[in-house]
């Protein structure tokens, strides 16, 4: 089988899921004139695999199957191999105007969390069932996101602890069956659910022998009976206020999506009950994601620094000495996040045997960018000047009464026409909304999260800066 097309992918979704957007039931996410933009997003990382220039990127030989596979699921065992996926994120994101296709790489991340853990725990049973999963994976080239954020509750008790008003702000294990599980709960924020193939569950915290229950990772197929998806609205295509523009809108949702009393068979269980083991798996993800996350931000950064410049030219404040300072703390946020996650890639450590991104200085890669990520909103902000938010529209534009006005009276600097600046303006909007500052706050994680990550896998080299002092102070 191998590789799927982009028209293989979108087929297969019209499988009877339940699905609701905006208050509606949706019966085929492909025709939906909302979601099928979605699904368009998504397929681009189908169509970079189906492009000469991408094929060898996309692509692995794999020697067991005698086929080519698509890489994001190729187990990685070297530097290489996590810097190569790396740059296939970077350019699909590219591809996608700044928004990641989605479609393999958070579920490879799951994939190798899980099969982590599986080889840590040294279970057969389990290293058996999620090496037949990925060999599935690369013979379908189906879809995969994962779920892990529960929607918790009271943050600050455990999912079994009394004080939660009701046991389902995490999901868990409610029976144990001869040929499977049946799990109930939720899970929330879940991007590109709707529209994938398959979805990867796994706990999104350590649990202790009370929350044994809660410890359960599965995989199963969006159509699963029990399984409900609500997406979040989100705007599919340029307002008719802003100029037009040909280029396919790329925008994803997330879900929240409810396990009703849903059957999941033994050979699709990764994890159930093994609460001690929780904790590596969500280690493991949080660590393969972030790196991915810091993928999806480079061209995110791109875009900041080439509209900061461009905006800069247009206003004619490009060689003011305050605007060049702010032009190069875009060049270190953009080459700061770029060099610490090839970095980390590069000086991999080995888990479970996978290699996996150097911890430190992936979670400080993914705290930088997001820690630093309204202050390059600012600069650009700054930068753009007060038309950002005030200026007129394109059917203002059109008018006949308004137009010569407009483009008499709102050009920038001579050469530039006043249809660019306004363009670019419309372009800054698009790439700088709340939306984006949220999911850089919070997606992979919230900063605390990397802070404690950071702070706990820099014990080693803590220890060594002490000794070396010490030593230095003669007081060992
Ligand atoms: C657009 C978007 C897409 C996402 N996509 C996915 C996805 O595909 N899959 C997925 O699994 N998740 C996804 N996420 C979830 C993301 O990982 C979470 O939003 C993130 O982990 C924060 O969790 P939360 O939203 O529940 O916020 P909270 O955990 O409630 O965090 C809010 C604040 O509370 C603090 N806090 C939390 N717990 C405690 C505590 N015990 N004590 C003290 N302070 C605490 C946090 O530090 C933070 O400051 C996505 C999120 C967004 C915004």
């Known amino acids: 089988m191998g590789l799927k097309t982009a028209a293989q992918y979108k087929a297969s979704l019209n499988d009877g899921r339940v699905l609701y957007y905006k208050g509606e039931r949706v ?11 979605c699904v368009d997003t998504m397929a681009l990382d189908y169509e970079l695999a189906e492009m000469p220039e991408y094929h060898d990127l996309a692509t692995v030989f794999d020697e067991g199957l005698g086929e080519e596979i698509n890489r994001y699921y190729h187990m990685p065992l070297t530097g290489d191999d996590l810097l190569q996926q790396f740059k296939l ?5 590219r591809m996608g105007d700044g928004f990641i296709p989605l479609a393999h790489d958070i579920g490879a991340d799951a994939l190798n969390a899980i099969a982590i853990t599986a080889n840590i725990m040294g279970d057969a049973d389990y290293i058996r069932r999620i090496e037949a999963f990925r060999t599935y994976l690369k013979q379908s080239d189906i879809a995969v996101v994962t779920a892990m954020s529960d929607v918790k509750g009271d943050r600050t008790l455990r999912p079994s602890d009394p004080g939660q008003s009701h046991p389902d ?17 939720s899970k929330i924020h879940i991007t590109g659910a709707p529209y994938s193939n398959e979805i990867f569950v796994i706990p999104s915290r350590a649990m202790t022998a009370e929350d044994a229950d809660y410890a359960v990772a599965f995989a199963i197929p969006c159509n699963t009976p029990g399984v409900k998806m ?5 705007q599919s ?17 997330d879900a929240f999506i409810i396990f009703d009393d849903v059957f999941v068979p033994w050979e699709r ?19 393969m994601h972030r790196r991915t996350g810091c993928a999806y931000r480079i061209p995110m950064s791109e875009q900041f620094l080439g509209v900061a410049q461009a905006i800069a030219d247009f206003n004619g404040i490009a060689k003011a000495p305050h605007v060049r300072e702010k032009l190069t703390d875009l060049v270190i946020y953009l080459e700061t996040l770029r060099g610490l996650s090839y970095a980390a890639c590069l000086d991999f450590v080995t888990y479970g045997g996978i290699a996996v991104p150097n911890p430190v200085s992936t979670n400080i890669a993914k705290y930088y960018f997001a820690d630093e990520y309204h ?5 650009v902000q700054d930068l753009a000047g007060g038309l950002l938010v005030t200026a007129p529209t394109h059917k203002d534009f059109l008018l006949p009464e308004l137009r010569a006005d407009i483009e008499h009276y709102l050009g920038g600097k001579a050469g530039f026409s006043t249809e660019a600046r306004l363009r670019m303006f419309d372009l800054i909007r698009r790439i700088s909304g709340a939306d984006r500052e949220t999911i850089a706050l919070h997606g992979e994680g919230s900063l605390q999260a990397q802070r404690m990550t950071i702070l706990m896998e820099a014990g080693k080299v803590i220890r060594e800066c002490r000794r070396m002092v010490e030593e230095q102070a003669e007081i060992v």
Not at 89 to 93: L, P
Request: glycine letters at 4%; one cysteine or more; charged letters at 20%.
């Open 27 to 37: 019966d085929n996410v492909t025709t939906h004139p909302d979601l099928s933009v």
């Open 89 to 93: 994120i970077v350019a699909s994101t």
């Open 169 to 185: 702000y995490y999901l868990r294990v409610v029976e144990r069956r001869d040929d499977g599980i049946v799990v109930r709960g």
């Open 230 to 234: 609500i997406c979040r609205p989100f």
């Open 237 to 253: 295509h340029i307002s008719d206020l802003e100029f037009p523009n040909s280029r396919p809108v790329r925008v994803h949702t």
């Open 269 to 287: 269980v990764f994890l159930c009950g093994e609460w001690q083991h929780a904790a590596t798996l969500v280690y493991n993800f949080a660590l």
């Open 375 to 379: 202050k390059v909103i600012k600069i």
